[in-house]
Every structure is written in C-alpha cells, then in structure tokens.
C-alpha cells in the first residue's frame, strides 16, 4: 500500500488541529453510500473525536494548545468497503509541525531545524496551514494582522518557497466563517498575491509545463465550525454563540486533493499515461470504459479500490473547484495577475 506523507506547517493557533480533527470526522463516516473512508487506530480515533466532540459543543472549550514536541504523526488509511469486504487503498499521514515547534525552528534549536528540514524534504506535499483570521485582519485593514502575519504567513511562505521542489503545495485558509460573510476565496488569492514568495510560488506553479496534469499550489477554505457557530468577541476571541450546531465546510477536501496531485505529479503516472491508459487514467479520476456504472460494486481488489476512490475524489473536488475558481492561484488568466508589492 502507498503512503503518502504530509508535513502540515501553521503558525500557533491557526486552527490545524481543529481543521484535522474535522477532516477526520467528515471522512470517517460522513462519505456519500459506500464512499472510500479513513481509519486510524483507535487511540488516535479517540482523540480526535475528543477534540472536535469539545469544539463543537456549545458549552465545551477549545482544544488544548499542542506541544512542541514529540510532533503528533496521524497516520490516516483510506479505506473501501465492497462487497463485504474492507479495502485499504493507501496511507496518508500528517505531521502536525504545530506552531511552538516552527517557533523552535525559527529560534535557531539546531536539531529540531535538521529534523524539520529531513522531513519537509521527504515529504510529499506541504500543507500550509493559513490563520483565516489573520486573514481577515489583514483585509480588513486591521492593524492586529501584522502580529499574526509574521510568522503565520511571511515565514511560512518562505519555506514553501525553498521547499517546495515541484510537490503539491497545498494551502488551507482556517476559520473560513469568520471571513465569509465579508469576503470570496478571490479576495483572500489576491491579498496573498502582495506577498512576494507566495507570488513566486504560483507563477513557479504557472510556468510548469503546458497541460500539466495537476496545479502545484491550491488555496482551500475551510471551517472546523460552520457558520454562525462562532464569532469574534471585542478583544478578537472566538466566542460559541450557542445559536448554529457545528457543520465543517471543506474540511475534506485537503485530504481529497492529495492523492489526485501526488498521484498526477508522479514522473510515473506521466510515463503511464503513453503505456497504459487505464493507469493514467485512475491518476486522473476518470472513468476507465470497462468500470464505468460499477461504482463501489466493482471494486474486487486494492487496484479496482484505487481507481473507484481517485475517482471518487475527482468527482468531489470538482465540485469544490466549481464553487471556488480561486482555489487554483496558478490557473488564473495572466491578465487576472499584477507584481506583488514587496512586503
Ligand atoms: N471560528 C472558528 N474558529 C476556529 C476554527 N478552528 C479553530 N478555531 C479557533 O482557533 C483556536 C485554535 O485552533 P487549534 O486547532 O487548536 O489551532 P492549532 O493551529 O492547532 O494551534 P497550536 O496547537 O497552538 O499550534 C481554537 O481554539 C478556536 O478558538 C474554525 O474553523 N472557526
Ligand atoms: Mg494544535
């Protein structure tokens, strides 16, 4: 079974754990009939069902701040059900580099920097993880922004920059409910356009080549919470309001991206593509001729199982690309594209 390996970097308090608490909760059971679902071992289940349990109850807290070390590894698999039988179709696992560990990082802890720098390397996608409500400080010209931008954006988009070495680079913009009433997904792509390495970092993406077959960099809103679950207080809190029941927004769609790009991306899946189209054609999320109508049904073995998920998350990411065409910076027209200002 394949396994892919994410590194997910936020600056402290950017809602990653919350973000990867709802994603687990919305794919461990809430996917469409006989949709692929994740597993995790029981432990880790527990957690995070604790933590999104807490967060979405009216009257429960927040989740604890999570420690610089050891850095939690969620080792998630994606599994089918057919026939009565369970099919894992590969492993996906997250190394939550929370924000006191960048901060170590950044502080100059020799170790922790090589260790960090081993595993950003040997990845196979990044996950930024961007603070929505730094975000929405920012675009709201709100001089509290600049406290939350230093590390939570500048630093981050720099390492993506160094980093990122032709691998999906995927961002996610938390707290998605506290921007969107006052705000689009182009909105917040084109406030990230000022800042000169995130800038790099789509036009290094829209320079690929021609046709390729998967964008290098995507901007994903997301909300643990759903709307009108939250709001900000006067100091800037995030208050329950006891009015809404927490509904996650896209908190699936991260996970969903990252086989589809990884598998695309893969120099094999592009030689596939001239040998055997069926192959290609799985990394693509279409439907090869003799499987179509099959649905889940014709998933007989772990090759069948791959196929029916890819295309399984085709279908829902085009969905989410549909409603957001910002999500896909570098495939905006050029003429949609001005200089960033150095920040
Ligand atoms: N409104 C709203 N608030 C959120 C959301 N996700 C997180 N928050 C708020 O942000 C706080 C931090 O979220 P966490 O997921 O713990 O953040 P983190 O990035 O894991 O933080 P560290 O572990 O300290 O690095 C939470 O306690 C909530 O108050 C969301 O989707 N909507
Ligand atoms: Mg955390």
């Avoid at 989740?63 to 050891?70: A, F, G, N, R, V």
């Avoid at 039988?85 to 960048?102: K, M, Q, S, T």
């Avoid at 960099?217 to 809404?244: C, H």
């Avoid at 927490?246 to 790009?261: F, V, Y």
Wanted: negative net charge.
């Amino acid at each position: 079974m394949d396994s892919f390996d994410v590194v997910t970097l936020g600056a402290p308090g950017a809602g990653t754990t919350m973000f990867l608490a709802a994603m687990f909760g919305q794919l461990q059971g809430g996917q469409p009939g006989n949709g692929p679902f994740l597993d995790i071992t029981l432990a880790q289940a527990r957690m995070l069902q604790r933590i999104l349990a807490a967060a979405s109850d009216p009257q429960g807290g927040w989740p604890d701040t999570t420690p610089p070390s050891p850095v939690p590894e969620w080792e998630f698999t994606c599994c089918v059900r057919s026939a009565g039988r369970i099919f894992e179709v590969f492993g996906i696992n997250y190394l939550d580099f929370a924000g006191g560990r960048l901060q170590q990082v950044l502080d100059g802890d020799a170790e922790t920097g090589r260790r960090f720098q081993q595993r950003v390397t040997s990845a196979h996608a990044l996950l930024g993880v961007l603070d929505g409500l730094a975000l929405r400080y920012l675009l709201d010209d709100d001089p509290r922004a600049e406290r939350l931008v230093s590390l939570g954006m500048r630093t981050i988009f720099r390492i993506m920059r160094t980093h990122a070495g032709g691998r999906p680079i995927h961002f996610i913009v938390t707290k998605w409910d506290l921007l969107a009433d006052a705000y689009e997904l182009g909105d917040v792509r084109a406030k990230l356009m000022e800042f000169g390495d995130f800038a790099a970092l789509v036009q290094s993406a829209r320079s690929g080549p021609p046709g390729a077959p998967a964008p290098l960099v995507r901007l994903i809103p997301v909300s643990a919470l759903g709307f009108g679950f939250a709001q900000l207080d006067e100091e800037g809190r995030v208050r329950k309001t006891g009015a809404a029941a927490a509904s996650p927004i896209n908190a699936e769609i991260p996970l969903i991206a990252l086989p589809i790009d990884v598998l695309a991306q893969a120099p094999q899946a592009q030689a596939a593509q001239a040998q055997a189209p069926q192959a290609a054609q799985a990394a693509q999320g279409q439907a090869p001729q003799a499987a179509q109508g099959h649905g889940p049904a014709g998933v007989v073995d772990q090759r069948s199982a791959l196929r029916e998920t890819v295309r399984s998350f085709r279908r829902q990411l085009d969905r989410f690309e549909e409603r957001y065409p910002a999500a896909l910076p570098d495939r905006q027209s050029a003429g949609d594209w001005s200089p960033p200002e150095a920040r």
